[in-house]
């Protein structure tokens, strides 16, 4: 079995796959004062919770943009797995993706795995959006290129900026957006503003970059809120809550190849 990690500064992701099949994932909170011990007892809890015996992994692929979980998980694959893991960068990934960026070690492991996944499922010029901690957009040529992207401060930070920076103004849930635009109090003003906003930034800049492309992009969504905010976009046309440990999955074999 296969062993996937995604790092991201709010949430860990972790799958486990059977050959080409998701068998089981997890989403926990990222922690970035942990240590490989402690990562061991957490996976312990959640492999015995699916009857998953850890000796049926062998091998292991982590992307991170939180460097301090580096040392944490090569420690743990190295003492509990008995693994040396795959960690991505664009030197892993340059047999499946050219990346153009001015300089490709500059762009988020995250968004590498999510663009090369995307590409292999539907091979076609896209824009990929990840609502993380950070609202991400991922360009994808028509040829398979990472053509490069655009980040925003992400739902949750602006409506916690939002909070800390105004003092009348109350902190508030972004879990189901109001049913009408036209707040009729602060909370439901607060929300409008910040679903139905995101929901319109997403398909300004689609269009934008559309235009930048020359070319009609297929546009997915990824990520905690993707639901959300896409159910009110005009512009997303799918959710791939998966994506991320696809594209684990794809830079995985194509090491093995």
Known sequence: MLLVIDVGNTNTVIGVFKEDTLVHDWRIRTIRDTTADEFNVLANALFFDKNLDRASIKKCVISSVVPSS???????????????????????????????????????????????AAYDKYKTAMIIIDFGTATTF????????????????????????????????PRVEIFKAPTVV????????????????????????????????????????????????????NTIEKVEQSLTLDGLRLISNSVDD
């Open 70 to 116: 580096v040392p944490i998980l090569d420690a743990f694959c190295e003492r509990y797995l008995k693994l040396t893991p795959l960690w991505i960068n664009p030197d892993s990934v340059k047999k499946l993706m050219p990346i153009l960026y001015n300089n490709p070690n500059e762009v988020g492991a995250d968004r590498i795995v999510n663009a090369i």
């Open 182 to 233: 036209i707040g009729k109090d602060t909370i439901e003003s607060i929300k409008s503003g910040i679903i139905y906003g995101n929901a319109a930034m997403v398909d300004g800049m689609v269009e934008r970059m559309a235009k930048e492309m020359e070319a009609s992009p297929k546009v997915l969504a990824t990520g905690g809120l993707a639901p959300l905010i896409a159910d009110l976009s």
């Open 138 to 169: 991922d360009v994808i040529s028509q040829k398979g290129e990472y053509l490069g992207g655009a980040i925003v401060p992400g739902v949750m930070i602006a409506s916690e900026a939002l909070f800390q920076k105004a003092s009348r103004l």
